[in-house]
Structures are given as structure tokens and as C-alpha cells.
């Protein structure tokens, strides 16, 4: 099946400094990728749509200077936290769209970042 | 917010014993999907059921889609110790972005 990876698996940061964190569809190319927040035992909540060649698309509240996303090329997205607040410390989970027959897609996850910014 | 409701929050039971998560939602959608996430892990998609389908099979699962009620349930038959994890439903709204539901914890008591 489809393979997304996510590096780093964990990050410990501390409070002012950027983190990057990267998200890559190994065996196929995915213009559009997605950017998850998940807080502990809550659900995941979109941040962000990642579109190659063009900028991103932040969800209402999610503030686009602080977190920075640059889908670079068909196979990668990064998305930087910069100056990270221990509020900031959650799960990041990214996803990226498979094209399927037609004109229809299929969303396969990443393993997940755990930012701990202290 | 159109995020589902999940019901209930939290769910044990003994190993062979049936499991029962329901989802709610608020609009229309073109299909409703079923993840399991182990802790502190990624997303694994479990089914998917279109919004013209009324029940989905795949192995020990079993989802139930109620377009009227706006309600789908996933019903884990035979249950082991791995199905411990969290469930969540998501679904299209007319577009890509998936939307979450709240989540079920599931724990299997061996």
C-alpha cells in the first residue's frame, strides 16, 4: 500500500526556536497533502491544505506566519513551527492524497511528529 | 463546527465480546470513512462507505450508514487485544479535506 513517512518521529524544541518537520509520499506523487493537529485524546484537527507550486491553504484560526508550509515538489511538505511556544507542543500528523481511477483520490496518514517544546 | 460526534467517548470490554461506535454528523456528505489510530501513532484507514450505501463488510468489521439520521456505526465482531486503539470516523463534505469525529477509545480487557 501507499507510504507516507514523517521526520522527525519526535522533536523536543525549546520555546523561541523553529522546528521543521517534514511529510513524504514514498511511492507515489501527491500535489495535495494536509496538515493535522491532534491534541492528547482529541481528535485531529485540520490546519492546513498543502498544494505543490502554490501556497498553502490555512484553516480559519491557524495562523499562517507561524506555521510555515512549503509543499516544495509532487513527494514532499514540510511544515515549520517557528517560534515555538510549549503551547504549540501537540501531535502533527500529515496526510497526502492518492490518486485513484477517475478523478478520485484516497488520503493515506503519516506516522505522526510529537513536538515537546519546553 | 460540522466535526462528528462519536459516542461513546470511551468503550471497555472483555476479549471476544462485540464492540459498538457511533458517529454522528451535521451536513451532507459524499462518503464516511472509519480510522484506527494506536497511541501516539498515525492514522489506519478501515473502510470507507458512500453515501449511497447503507452497510459496508470487511473482515471483523461491519459499518452501518443512516444518511437520515445523519449516523454511522462500526461494529467490531469477535474483539482481541490489538483492536485496542482509538476510533474515528471522517468525512467529505463535497470536497478533500476530511473532517474527524470526536473519537471512541476502545480497550480490550484479555
Known amino acids: 500500500g501507499a507510504v507516507v513517512s514523517q521526520h522527525p518521529s519526535r522533536v523536543i524544541c525549546k520555546s523561541g526556536t523553529s522546528v521543521k518537520i517534514e511529510c513524504r509520499s514514498l511511492d507515489f506523487q501527491a500535489t495535495t497533502m494536509f496538515w493535522y493537529r491532534q491534541f492528547p485524546k482529541k481528535s485531529l484537527m485540520l490546519m492546513a491544505t498543502s498544494n505543490e507550486g502554490s501556497k498553502a491553504t490555512y484553516e480559519q484560526g491557524v495562523e499562517k506566519d507561524k506555521f510555515l508550509i512549503n509543499h516544495a515538489s509532487l513527494t514532499l511538505s514540510t511544515l515549520t513551527v517557528t517560534s515555538a511556544h510549549p503551547e504549540d507542543s501537540s501531535f502533527y500528523i500529515c496526510?497526502?492524497?492518492?490518486?485513484?481511477?477517475?478523478?478520485?483520490?484516497?488520503?493515506?496518514f503519516g506516522p505522526g511528529t510529537r513536538l515537546t517544546v519546553t | 463546527s460540522q466535526q462528528g460526534e462519536e459516542d461513546p467517548q470511551a468503550l471497555s470490554i472483555q476479549e471476544g465480546e462485540n464492540a459498538t461506535m457511533n458517529c454522528s454528523y451535521k451536513?451532507?456528505?459524499?462518503?464516511l470513512q472509519w480510522y484506527r489510530q494506536n497511541s501516539g501513532r498515525g492514522l489506519v484507514h478501515l473502510i470507507l462507505i458512500r453515501s449511497n450505501e447503507r452497510e459496508k463488510h470487511s473482515g471483523r468489521l461491519r459499518v452501518t450508514l443512516d444518511t437520515s439520521k445523519k449516523s454511522s456505526s462500526l461494529l467490531i465482531t469477535a474483539s482481541r487485544a490489538a483492536d485496542t486503539a482509538s476510533y474515528f470516523c471522517a468525512s467529505n463534505f463535497g470536497n478533500e479535506k476530511l473532517t474527524f469525529g470526536t473519537g471512541t477509545r476502545l480497550t480490550i480487557i484479555p
Open positions: 496526510s497526502a492524497d492518492r490518486p485513484k481511477s477517475g478523478s478520485s483520490y484516497e488520503q493515506y
Open positions: 451536513t451532507s456528505i459524499n462518503n
